[in-house]
């Protein structure tokens, strides 16, 4: 069972960043693919960005595509995204998760943190 919880939400204006911070409990973390997904009020759980395990190979949403960036820290058991010109229908809860390999869909993750909240005003 991997547990894992989310940091560095918080309220932001247009055109700012925020990093998210998304630590593991357990060592094994460094098998996992990992995930970046968020969900806006009334809209589904929308796929934002993927790591490998080794973070060799990344996939990223179009509308985060070239201001977002995940990385990870195996040694450290955590994965962050890096939000640069933040929009404010970047507007949502953010969830890291964890999966045997990289995947676009919720359902190919087998955890899944508590989510952070990240606002960006205009």
């Known amino acids: 069972q991997v547990q894992l919880v989310e940091s560095g939400g918080g309220l932001v204006q247009a055109g700012g960043s925020l990093r998210l911070s998304c630590a593991a409990s357990?060592?094994?973390?460094?098998?996992?693919?990992m995930g970046w997904f968020r969900q806006a009020p009334g809209k589904e759980r929308e796929f934002v960005a993927t790591s490998s395990w080794s973070g060799g190979t990344t996939y990223y949403a179009d509308a985060v595509k070239g201001r977002f960036t995940i990385s990870r820290d195996n040694a450290k058991n955590t994965v962050y995204l890096q939000m640069n010109s933040l929009k404010p229908e970047d507007t949502a809860v953010y969830y890291c998760?964890?999966?045997?390999?990289?995947?676009?869909?919720?359902?190919?993750?087998?955890?899944w943190g508590q989510g952070t909240q990240v606002t960006v005003s205009s």
């Open positions: 998760a964890a999966a045997r390999a990289t995947a676009v869909v919720p359902g190919r993750y087998d955890y």
């Open positions: 357990e060592r094994s973390f460094s098998y996992y693919a």
